[in-house]
């Protein structure tokens, strides 16, 4: 099928090109155009992007085409758009084409590399200006990704960038990558944040990782001021966090006694001099919630059944942040002499060692489990990008096969309740009750038409299945398999956070002092000199 225009052309042109063949515009149907020999063997014919832009868009660019001594035509430049148009298909079913006289090889072969080898991608920035444009025009992020077939995680990217000069200006100057400027601008009215996105480019950490525990940071922040601001208008005298901080103490009433040695009641702890509130968070372990009638276990468990999780709640504390002010000292704090002083001081100070080395591991672990958490959001993201690869990554094989031979627990567990993290990792609803997914259910994920997407899907089941039974646990106690497969992630191209680098073997770096800081907030009242205020660190124990 062909359609023809014929290029306008006024009367000096025309004459010109009288003894050459003029020039023609036509729409070709490309399964029609017969491929002439090409310098450019590599088609790369499998880019998603590009298939898509051909199969919904067309061929925006016209090729050129020539007639043989047979009338038909064959193709000069364009190889690449009328294998793809062939294959993929168009809007219209055809491709647009220019059409030339037939040229000599040698014009031929020259005109092909200069084409490919002068060919140079758009650039990052060049990419973002043209985002901005389609935006202004009030084109939403969806349509500009439909309309060039960019991947809808670069549209945003490029929008954040437009939103922030200084991110923007570093993107133009080539100090950054357009997915590290959109992580920057992201926090860029925040110096104390960029300073630390800073730090981690500049040692090559993971900019994706320290990004989710800033904005963790923030949004627990957040959660603990709105807190704050309840209790205040409910009447609370509350410390804010910032006083909390610059607290030289912060002592609770209910760990304080009289002069006379005798603990304060409850209802006269408002009224002591100076004291104020303390927003805390602490654990709460609630009892498995079961059927009675079952504790005898006659009867077979609920599939509905599932075991307690432990959550956290806000609980106001009355303080002191004034000891003498407040009238009250610490138990056992009397003023009493004893005839061996000089062991009361030794005594002491090995307890006041001990109180310090107890806080620091304190404060490892609360930096370490909030690192945690946040490194899981990371990671899931990317697995979830991989678990949809169409063919598995070199190495998978020996993998899948160490998983399923050695009958390993992760697995064995994500069988019998049929894998309900992959239907998350693969954004597939996840069946509830104990068992999980039905047969049928499990068949929808398991459709694989060759050898390789069969291979790619078991992988998937492995993966997923290991990343069900991580948790804050796992840096604490890392095992040899959190070893293998991390270490197999990491070569597939995840690039993992010094918290995870832990199950690797590999030693841990020490925390910053934002880290510091963000532990100190959870264990202020360690003051008082006793290790309930672990709240963090007490879910080590669970």
């Known amino acids: 099928m062909t359609d023809t225009i014929q290029a306008p052309a006024d009367s000096a042109a025309e004459e010109a090109t009288e003894a050459v063949q003029s020039e023609e515009f036509l729409y070709l149907d490309p399964a029609a155009i017969i491929i002439g020999t090409n310098v450019r063997t590599d088609l790369r014919p499998d880019h998603k992007e590009f298939r898509k832009s051909i199969k919904e868009r067309g061929v925006l660019e016209a090729v050129t085409v020539y007639r043989d001594e047979d009338g038909q035509y064959v193709l000069l430049r364009g190889q690449r758009r009328t294998v793809t148009a062939a294959e993929v298909g168009t809007p219209t079913g055809l491709i647009p084409a220019r059409v030339v006289p037939q040229p000599a090889d040698a014009d031929r072969i020259g005109?092909?590399?200069?084409?490919?080898?002068?060919?140079?991608?758009?650039?990052?920035?060049?990419?973002?200006?043209?985002?901005?444009?389609?935006?202004?025009?009030?084109?939403?992020?969806?349509?500009?990704?439909?309309?060039?077939?960019?991947?809808?995680?670069?549209?945003?990217?490029?929008?954040?960038?437009?939103?922030a000069d200084q991110s923007r200006n570093r993107l133009d100057a080539g100090d950054l990558t357009l997915e590290e400027a959109a992580i920057f601008a992201e926090f860029e009215h925040d110096p104390g944040a960029v300073e630390r996105l800073e730090n981690a480019k500049r040692w090559r950490r993971s900019l994706a990782h320290e990004a989710q525990r800033l904005r963790d940071e923030a949004a627990e922040r957040e959660a603990d001021a709105a807190e704050v601001e309840r209790l205040r208008t409910e009447g609370l005298p509350v410390l804010t966090a910032e006083e909390v901080e610059q607290a030289d103490e912060v002592l609770r009433i209910e760990r304080l006694v009289t002069e006379d040695g005798e603990p304060l009641a409850e209802e006269e702890w408002p009224n002591v001099p100076g004291a104020r509130v303390q927003v805390v968070k602490e654990w709460v372990y609630p009892e498995d919630e079961y059927d009675e009638e079952n504790e005898d276990g006659s009867d077979e468990e609920s599939e509905d059944y599932e075991p307690a999780v432990p959550y956290q709640q806000y609980v106001p504390v009355w303080v002191v942040t004034d000891l003498a002010a407040s009238g009250l000292r610490r138990r056992g704090g009397s003023g009493s002499s004893t005839a061996d002083s000089s062991d009361e001081g030794e005594n002491e100070e090995e307890a006041e060692a001990q109180r310090e080395q107890q806080s620091q591991e304190r404060r490892r672990v609360i930096a370490n489990n909030k690192a945690w958490a946040s490194a899981e959001t990371v990671r899931r993201e990317w697995l979830a990008g991989f678990v949809a690869r169409k063919t598995a990554p070199k190495g998978a094989e020996a993998l899948i096969c160490e998983a399923v031979v050695t009958g390993h627990h992760s697995l064995s567990k994500a069988m019998d309740h049929r894998h309900p993290m992959l239907f998350t990792l693969l954004g597939v609803e996840r069946p509830t009750g104990y068992y999980g997914a039905g047969h049928d259910e499990c068949r929808k994920i398991t459709k694989a038409s060759t050898p390789k997407a069969a291979t790619m899907t078991t992988l998937a089941a492995v993966?997923?299945?290991?990343?069900?039974?991580?948790?804050?646990?796992?840096?604490?106690?890392?095992?040899?398999?959190?070893?293998?497969?991390?270490?197999?992630?990491?070569e597939w191209g995840y690039q993992p956070s010094e918290v995870e680098r832990i199950l690797l073997g590999e030693e841990q770096q020490p925390t910053t002092d934002e880290d510091a800081s963000d532990a100190a907030d959870d264990a202020a009242d360690d003051n008082d000199d006793n290790d309930d205020n672990d709240d963090e660190a007490s879910d080590s124990a669970a």
Do not use: F, Y
């Open 111 to 163: 005109d092909q590399m200069v084409e490919n080898i002068h060919r140079a991608g758009m650039r990052e920035a060049e990419i973002v200006a043209g985002v901005e444009q389609l935006a202004l025009l009030g084109v939403s992020a969806a349509q500009i990704a439909k309309r060039t077939s960019i991947d809808r995680p670069t549209v945003n990217a490029a929008l954040a960038v437009t939103k």
């Open 463 to 490: 993966v997923a299945a290991w990343e069900a039974t991580t948790g804050k646990h796992s840096w604490r106690n890392p095992t040899a398999w959190d070893a293998r497969v991390l270490g197999a992630l990491v």
